[in-house]
């Protein structure tokens, strides 16, 4: 992406160095450039079970208010949390903001964003990295199925937990047997 861009999204995900970013997206800007900053809200696996999600949307608040206060002096600057999904997070902003490019940055940054994110026809920049290193198809299709991005994911998940529950039921089972086995060889 040339510095002519004059509506950039920056999706931020993750922690970035902000003197790095500071230098990275000048120049990259053209003069009285807008720049939406999203920061997708970081969700762990235990807050996505419990649906305690409000730390982690306000961290997410604080990311994109530190990089609005980093460019406050080199462009229009506006931003905020956006979905735990990066991809719909995009989609979210660019129903409010016309982007001419997107940049991408930070160290949670999946490998495979620039192409979920292709779908928006829109040029596609990564700060920071120059390579970056692709997943195998299996952990992707694991993830999109987590991201809700399949059809299949509530089958899944309920097929999942049934088994998870067989199982323990099994242990449960097994346990009981060794204890009775154990009583009644005394």
């Known amino acids: 992406m040339s510095g002519s861009a004059r509506s950039v999204l920056v999706l931020l995900v993750g922690d970035v160095a902000p003197a790095r970013l500071h230098a990275e997206l000048a ?3 053209a003069p009285g450039a ?24 306000r961290q997410a608040e604080m990311r994109a208010l530190e990089v609005e206060w980093l460019l406050q002096e080199d462009a229009e600057v506006e931003g905020g949390a956006g979905d735990a999904d990066p991809v719909q997070a995009v989609e979210d902003a660019l129903r409010s903001f016309a982007a001419d490019a997107i940049l991408i940055a930070g160290n ?21 990295q120059s390579t970056v290193r692709r ?22 998940l309920f ?4 088994g998870a529950l067989l199982l323990l039921g099994l242990l449960l089972s097994l346990l009981v047997i060794l204890v009775l086995w154990l009583i009644g060889s005394l």
């Open 108 to 128: 949670r940054a999946d490998p495979d964003l620039e192409s979920a994110l292709e779908r928006f026809a829109l040029p596609i920049d990564r700060l920071g």
């Open 135 to 156: 997943r195998s198809w299996l952990y992707r299709a694991v993830r999109e199925l987590a991201a809700g991005r399949v059809g299949a994911t509530p089958f899944v």
């Open 27 to 29: 120049e990259r800007l």
């Open 34 to 57: 807008r720049v939406r900053v999203v920061a997708p809200t970081l969700v762990g696996p235990v807050d996505w079970l419990t649906t305690a999600e409000d730390e982690a949307h």
């Open 159 to 162: 097929v999942g937990v049934n």
